[in-house]
């Protein structure tokens, strides 16, 4: 396992810049973000494939935003995130499209994202629907040899695994899977992590360096924290990815900007680095 962290790129963003800060710090991967549907084009990936060339690091993974609101609470959050929202559902597939063409032109295999709070009983009107838009998307990633995988957090376990083997069951194994924040299960009180590798096994493509608290308000998430001071218990959950055979990279991400940003992911990097 190697540990690199996240690259989020936006309108004014010197890509080459953020690439050699990244390696500066001892990071060989990345998974590149992008929530700016503009930036989805030939000209910005040329961009990112120099930067990678020159660098010397890798992508792992493509973690495609949608567009329209997004708030990250358990009230509007039901409303506005992911495909979940019908009134942002068509846009949201449309670009998420367009990110798999995007994948395409960096040459990366893994695409990611937040599908929104999946509904826990299977013949609510949202899930079918909402099964409908991703099956056309794993439909789409098989054609063009790339993997689909759900970013964790605002389901259980099971209702995100039942949701695969519902795709699954239409479009056989072998391109569906899960990026795995451990953070989010426990900011967002649906799981244990550790517990959670039993539930998902096979399924991890990728891991989120990540921490947190859980939440103690009905209304707001719990607390991001620097890796190693949340309840993510990350040497048994690095024991235990050992155990189910994760070879994968582990990628840092820290929810806040400028310095005390760097010197987390460093203090991250530490912590993993002496894990693996």
Request: proline share 4%; hydrophobic share 40%; glycine share 10%.
């Amino acid at each position: 396992m190697r540990v690199g962290a996240l690259i989020e790129i936006f309108q004014d963003t010197a890509i080459d810049e953020k690439f050699k800060e990244l390696r500066s710090m001892g990071m060989e991967s990345c998974q590149l973000v992008c929530w700016d549907k503009e930036l989805l084009n030939q000209n910005t990936a040329d961009k990112v494939n120099a930067a990678v060339s020159e660098n010397q690091v890798d992508i792992t993974a493509f973690w495609c935003g949608w567009e329209g609101p997004k708030v990250w609470d358990f009230y509007d959050g039901q409303l506005t995130l992911g495909l979940i929202p019908e009134a942002f559902r068509f846009k949201r597939l449309k670009m998420l499209e367009q990110g798999i063409a995007f994948a395409t032109l960096l040459r990366v295999k893994d695409i990611v994202t937040h599908v929104g709070y999946m509904p826990e009983n299977p013949y609510d009107a949202n899930y079918t629907a909402v099964l409908v838009c991703l099956k056309e998307l794993v439909r789409e990633c098989k054609e063009s040899g790339h993997n689909f995988l759900f970013e964790t957090g605002q389901e259980t376990p099971v209702t995100l695994k039942r949701a695969i083997q519902d795709i699954e069951n239409d479009l056989g194994k072998g391109n569906v899977g899960i990026n795995l924040d451990p953070a989010n299960l426990i900011m967002y009180g649906k799981a244990n992590p550790i517990d959670s590798l039993e539930v998902f096994g096979e399924y991890i493509m990728g891991i989120h360096g990540k921490d947190g608290k859980y939440p103690t308000d009905g209304h707001r998430l719990g607390k991001e924290v620097p890796l190693g001071q949340g309840k993510v218990n990350y040497p048994v959950f690095i024991e235990k990815l050992k155990e189910i055979g994760y070879t994968g990279d582990i990628t840092i991400e820290r929810e806040i900007t400028g310095e005390g940003q760097k010197k987390d992911i460093i203090m991250a990097k530490e912590v993993l680095d002496k894990l693996l």
